[in-house]
C-alpha cells in the first residue's frame, strides 16, 4: 500500500533566493541590445510601454562584465529587444565573439522578430556563433499576426515567413513564440498546424497576453503619430481593455485544446510545447529550466539595458524592477543586497505564500512572480491561479489517457498528488488481482484502537500489505467504514484499488485526523478514462445532496511502483470536511454521505466511450488528425 506523508512548505521550496542557491543554478541574462528600439511596431508590445531612451546598443565591455558578477555560476543570454538584430551586423559580430570566449556562458539564444533576417546574418552566425539558438516572434498564421505591423500599418507576417522558409534551406532550426491573443482563440488545432508545418521550427511557446489593465497608448518619439499607434489607440477604445488582451480562463482553454491537439496529431515527435512539456515534467515529478515551473524565478534572472541599468525579469515594470547600474564595481552581494531591498520582488514573493499550502504547488511551482503581481494590482489574482490549475488538471488527465482528450475538458477530477505514493510491484499486484486462482502470502494484519488496519496496529500513517478480493484476509484488511465503497468499486465496477482509509478522529493533537478515502488503479488508460468518466457523473449526481460538513473530492494522482520506478496514474476519491467544517460535525455527517456516495456509486458504472458531461468549448472538440483532411 502506499505511504502518504503531509511535510510542511515554505516559500523558499518555491522561490530561491540567489544567495541562497547552490552555484550549480545557473543565471539567465537578457540582453536587451538595443533597449526597445525596433524596426516593427507590434500593437501589443510590452517593451516599448517602458519607454526607455532609445538608440544606445550595448557593448561588448558591458557583457564582458558579467563573468565577474556571477563568478562560477553557469550564464545563459538571451540577446532581446526590441529588436537585436537593429544593431548591425559589426556591432552584433563583436557581442558574438565576447560571448564565444566566455566558458561561464552555457548558451546563447536570440529572439527576433525576423524581419530582416537574411543569408549574410546567417552566414555571421554561422562563423561566430554556430551554437546560437534563435527565437522568431510568430503569433500563429495571418489572422493570428494581425497585431504584429510595421510602423506603416503593414502586416509583418510575410517576412517572417521568409526567413522562417530561408532558416530551413540553410539547415536551421528555431523556436517560436507566440502571443495568444484573441485572433487565435478558438483555433488551437489549425493555429498548431500551421506552425508545426514549416520545416525549420522546433518549439513553440504560447505565452499569454493578460493585457485587461493596459488603457493608454504606447508614447511615440516623432511629431507625426505612425499609422500602427493608431491602429494601437483604436484598439484600446473598447471596454474590456485593449482588442488584443484575454483572459486566464481563454488563455488555459486554447493551451488546453493545442495541448490535446499536439498529442493527438503527433505534433509531439517533432515540436517541443510549452507550457505542456514543463506541465508535464512536473507532473511526472521531473526539474524544469522553465522559471515559472521552477524554484530559480527573478532572483536568478536579470535584465540588462544599453544604459548598464540592470535589473530583474523585463516583464516586471520599470523602473521599479531596477537593481543597479552595472559597472566594473557591481558585485554579487550588490546585487543580491538589492533583491533583498526591492519592494517590488518582496511584493512579488508573498504573493506565492498561499502557494504554501496548495494541493498544486509541487506541479505549479508558484507560477510568474511578473504576472502575479499584475493580475493582483487588478484584482484578478484567484483567476491566475485558477487557469495554471486547469491546465493542469487537463495535462494530467492527458498524460493518463492520450486517446480520450474529452477527458481534459472534466473540471470535476483534479489534479491532487500524494507524495510519496508508491507501491511495492504494481504489474505483480495487478496480475494477481486478475488471477484469483495464484497462491497467496498471508498478510501482517492490527488494529489499532482508533479502527487503523495496518502492519503495526497503531494511529497514523503506516503501511499495510497490498491485497485483493480473492485474498481470505480481504474482508478482514478494509477497515468498516470505507467498506460500502470498496464493495461496489471492486464488485460492480470490476476495478482494482490500491489504498483505502475509512476515517480517523484521534484525540491527540499530535496525530492528524484523517479523511475517508479510497484509491482506484486502472489497469490501462482506456479503463482509466471510463473510470474518470463515470466518477465524474457520480460527483454530479451525489453534490448536492451530501450533508453540509461533507465534499466529495475526485482527484487525478500517480503511483510510483518501487521495483520498476515507472509512474501509473491512479484515481482517487475522498469524503472530506468541508471548508468551515469541523472535524466532529464531519464524522457526525461522514456515514450518511457514505450511504449516499455508495448508492450513486452503484447507479453508475464505467463504460468505454462514455465520458463525463463537461462541456468541450466550441472549436476544441477532438478533430480530424492533419493526415485524413481534405480526403
Not at 87 to 111: I, N, S, W
Not at 137 to 163: C, Q
Not at 166 to 185: E, K
Not at 424 to 434: K, M
Amino acid at each position: 500500500m502506499n505511504v502518504t506523508l503531509d511535510p510542511r512548505h515554505q516559500v523558499s521550496d518555491l522561490y530561491r533566493a540567489l544567495d541562497d542557491s547552490p552555484e550549480t543554478d545557473a543565471v539567465s541574462v537578457i540582453v536587451k541590445v538595443r533597449g526597445e528600439t525596433c524596426d516593427i511596431d507590434c500593437l501589443h508590445c510590452y517593451e516599448k510601454r517602458k519607454e526607455s531612451p532609445g538608440g544606445a546598443r550595448i557593448s561588448a565591455d558591458q557583457l564582458r562584465l558579467l563573468p565577474g558578477l556571477f563568478p562560477g555560476r553557469p550564464i545563459a543570454v538571451g540577446l532581446h529587444g526590441g529588436e537585436p538584430l537593429t544593431a548591425g551586423k559589426d556591432h552584433m559580430a563583436g557581442l558574438l565573439r565576447e560571448l564565444a570566449g566566455m566558458p561561464q556562458v552555457v548558451r546563447v539564444t536570440m529572439q527576433t522578430n525576423g524581419v530582416s533576417l537574411d543569408g549574410e546574418w546567417l552566414d555571421l552566425f554561422d562563423a561566430l556563433y554556430p551554437e546560437l539558438r534563435i527565437g522568431i516572434s510568430l503569433d500563429g498564421d495571418a489572422e493570428g499576426n494581425r497585431w504584429r505591423v510595421g510602423y506603416d500599418g503593414k502586416p509583418t507576417y510575410p517576412a517572417v515567413i521568409a526567413a522562417l522558409g530561408l532558416l530551413s534551406d540553410r539547415g536551421r532550426q528555431a523556436g517560436i513564440i507566440t502571443t495568444v491573443t484573441p485572433a487565435v482563440l478558438g483555433r488551437p488545432a489549425e493555429v498548431l498546424d500551421h506552425l508545426a508545418g514549416f520545416a525549420a521550427v522546433r518549439s513553440v511557446s504560447f505565452v499569454p497576453c493578460f493585457d485587461t489593465t493596459i488603457t493608454r497608448p504606447t508614447a511615440s518619439s516623432t511629431k507625426r503619430t505612425p499609422t500602427s499607434r493608431i491602429m494601437q489607440i483604436q484598439a484600446l477604445n473598447t471596454e474590456n481593455g485593449p482588442a488584443w488582451s484575454i483572459t486566464p480562463d481563454e488563455y488555459a482553454e486554447f493551451v488546453i485544446g493545442a495541448t490535446a491537439h499536439w498529442i493527438r496529431a503527433g505534433h509531439f515527435r517533432k515540436i517541443s510545447l510549452s507550457p505542456a512539456v514543463p506541465t508535464i515534467r512536473r507532473l511526472r515529478g521531473l526539474d524544469t529550466s522553465f522559471c515559472h515551473f521552477s524554484a530559480t524565478k527573478c532572483d536568478h534572472v536579470f535584465t540588462l539595458y544599453p544604459s548598464g541599468r540592470m535589473g530583474s525579469c523585463d516583464e516586471l515594470p520599470w523602473p521599479q524592477a531596477q537593481l543597479a547600474v552595472l559597472d566594473k564595481d557591481t558585485t554579487t552581494a550588490r546585487i543580491t543586497a538589492a533583491q533583498k531591498g526591492s519592494n517590488l520582488l518582496g511584493q512579488g514573493k508573498s504573493l506565492m505564500n498561499k502557494c504554501v499550502t496548495c494541493d498544486y504547488r509541487s506541479t505549479c511551482g508558484g507560477g510568474c512572480i511578473a504576472t502575479r503581481w499584475r493580475m493582483n494590482l487588478g484584482g484578478d489574482h484567484d483567476a491566475y491561479c485558477a487557469y495554471r490549475m486547469r491546465i493542469i488538471d487537463a495535462t494530467a488527465a492527458l498524460l493518463a489517457d492520450p486517446a480520450h482528450p474529452e477527458g481534459a475538458w472534466c473540471q470535476t477530477l483534479r489534479w491532487r498528488p500524494r507524495s510519496p505514493n508508491s507501491m511495492r510491484d504494481i504489474p505483480a499486484f495487478l496480475a494477481t488481482w486478475d488471477a484469483p486462482e495464484a497462491p497467496r502470502h498471508r498478510a501482517e494484519l492490527h488494529t489499532s484502537a482508533y479502527g487503523n488496519i495496518n502492519t503495526k496496529g497503531l494511529p497514523g500513517v503506516h503501511a499495510a500489505d497490498d491485497l485483493d478480493p480473492a485474498h481470505p484476509q480481504w474482508a478482514d484488511a478494509i477497515e468498516s467504514g470505507v467498506k460500502p465503497l470498496i464493495d461496489v468499486i471492486t464488485g460492480h465496477w470490476g476495478l482494482a484499488t490500491y489504498d483505502s482509509c475509512e476515517g480517523h478522529q484521534y484525540d491527540s493533537p499530535a496525530t492528524r485526523n484523517t479523511r475517508r478515502r479510497l484509491g482506484i488503479l486502472p489497469r490501462n488508460p482506456g479503463e482509466y478514462a471510463a473510470a474518470a468518466g463515470a466518477l465524474c457523473r457520480t460527483a454530479e449526481k451525489v453534490t448536492p445532496r451530501l450533508p453540509e460538513p461533507v465534499r466529495l473530492i475526485i482527484a487525478r494522482s500517480n503511483l510510483t511502483c518501487e521495483t520498476t520506478g515507472l509512474i501509473t496514474p491512479v484515481l482517487d476519491t475522498y469524503l472530506a470536511p468541508a471548508p468551515a467544517a469541523s472535524w466532529p460535525s464531519y464524522f457526525a455527517a461522514l456515514g450518511a454521505a457514505t450511504d449516499l456516495l455508495r448508492d450513486a456509486l452503484a447507479s453508475e458504472e464505467p463504460s468505454p466511450g462514455a465520458s463525463c458531461r463537461c462541456p468541450v468549448p466550441p472549436g476544441n472538440g477532438t478533430p480530424e488528425p492533419p493526415e485524413t483532411k481534405n480526403t
